[in-house]
């Protein structure tokens, strides 16, 4: 079972650019998310989605931007790449909402973004 | 304001000694915990889930206590191995946030051969 797939694993880009990091889940779960991690910050809430055409903000938001078209992918857009945005990226996902008995949440390997 | 630490931040033991791990919020009114573990380079593994209503989970080595009255966790791993090297987070599901997990900073572990 693949579980959570993130691509690109690493990825360097100029201030002002704009990319795509995509996610892509087989678990049919409902619930997905992008967190961010950064030394001393912990993880931090990005965006997450509750199911297919519905997302909302999490902790950090600004500066990217997420759609969920299909149940499977969730991909998050930085849409003018900033210094302050370089981070690892994970993706995560759960069956179900994160507070029930079945938000296990499963993470993929992680994004490395470097903006120069 | 919901805040999730865990300390000690770093701490390294012989092979074959319990490991205890500590975590702590401040907001009481979670829906449930979850511990994950960490390997360098890595995402984040899932290992114990407990609801609100739990008062500790288990699997294999490991045991995780839940006491939400003092705001407490405990994750416990029997007989460590050098292959439980690792950070160790967890992270709480509070019923003022929603969908979102507070992560505490985790604890890095060394298990010594």
């Not at chain 1, 690493?10 to 967190?35: I, P, R």
């Not at chain 2, 114990?48 to 045991?63: A, H, P, V």
Request: aromatic share 8%.
């Amino acid at each position: 079972n693949a579980g959570v797939t993130q691509t690109p694993k690493f990825q360097v880009l100029k201030t002002g650019q704009s990319m795509t990091l995509q996610c892509a889940q087989d678990m049919n779960h409902e619930y997905m998310s992008w967190y961010r991690q950064d030394p001393g910050m912990g993880l931090r809430l990005i965006h997450y989605s509750v199911g297919a055409g519905i997302t909302d903000q999490g902790e950090v938001p600004n500066g990217y931007n997420v759609s969920r078209s299909t149940t499977e992918d969730f991909p998050l857009r930085l849409l003018s790449a900033a210094p302050s945005q370089t981070s690892v990226y994970f993706c995560a996902s759960s069956y179900t909402w994160t507070g029930s008995v079945t938000g296990e949440l499963f993470f993929g390997e992680g994004s490395r973004l470097t903006v120069l | 304001k919901q805040e999730v630490t865990q300390i000690p931040a770093a701490l390294s033991v012989p092979e074959g000694e319990n490991l205890v791990l500590n975590c702590s919020f401040t907001d009481s009114a979670i829906y449930n915990l979850q511990w994950f573990r960490q390997d360098p380079g890595k995402g984040l593994t899932s290992l114990l889930l407990i609801q609100s209503s739990q008062r500790e989970q288990t699997s294999g080595r490991l045991n995780a206590s839940l006491d939400k009255s003092s705001g407490r966790s405990t994750l416990y791993i029997a007989a460590s191995q050098p292959g439980d090297s690792a950070t160790y987070l967890c992270a709480v599901a509070i019923k003022a946030a929603g969908n979102k997990l507070t992560f505490g900073g985790g604890t890095r572990v060394l298990v010594k051969p």
